[in-house]
């Protein structure tokens, strides 16, 4: 991070390019987002939506452009910076641990100690918060592997929104949800 500087905008990325191989993924991209708003990045297959994300959210180095958030200028090295400096995402492909608890996977890596130990109980209560929030009927103390793909997928939603994020990144979070779901994710996201 860098210099601090007063902007109305929660999030600017400016004249971001991004290359691979024979491929000019970003030429130029701009976006701003203000605080309490919803952005959709539409466009067809291949048309930079994602790679625009996963610059923001330290998975790619951008080549070329600038990035403000929260009025620093950042430039994340791997995803864990962009989630304590409060930047989450919902990755369009599901990405989870099948053979542990539906808890383990939303805490994973960030578990709550009582000493040296697992807190169970605090990982169970705050897992049901966070779905009692979200309105997810989900048991916390399944295996992610009994679960359908839609439920996978808003087991990934809850797990975004308990890092307590100033931002929230999905990238096609719809793709693998029923149309209930998809309605209840825009009910989650307008309140």
């Known amino acids: 991070m860098t210099t601090q500087t007063n902007h109305e905008f929660l999030l600017e ?45 330290g998975m790619y180095d951008q080549e070329a452009g600038k990035i403000v958030f929260l009025g620093n200028e950042v430039n994340f090295e791997s995803s864990k910076q962009a989630l304590e400096a409060g930047v989450s995402m919902v990755h369009q492909e599901l990405n989870q641990v099948l053979q542990r608890t539906v808890m383990d996977n939303i805490w994973l890596g960030r578990y709550p100690l009582k000493g040296f130990f697992v807190d169970h109980n605090k990982m169970y209560n ?18 992610v592997a009994t679960l359908s793909v839609s439920e996978m997928q808003m087991l990934e939603i809850a797990k975004a929104f308990s890092y307590n994020a100033k931002i929230v990144i999905m990238d096609e979070p719809t793709s693998s949800l029923s149309e209930k779901e998809v309605s209840h994710l825009l009910k989650l996201l307008i309140n």
């Open 126 to 143: 705050d897992t049901k918060a966070i779905f009692e929030e979200l309105d997810i009927d989900i048991d916390p103390k399944v295996k």
């Open 13 to 57: 990325m400016t004249g971001i390019c991004k290359e691979f191989p024979g491929v000019k993924a970003l030429d130029n991209v701009n976006l701003k987002v203000r605080p309490h708003s919803i952005h959709a990045l539409m466009g067809e297959n291949g048309a930079g939506k994602s790679t625009l994300l996963k610059c923001l959210f």
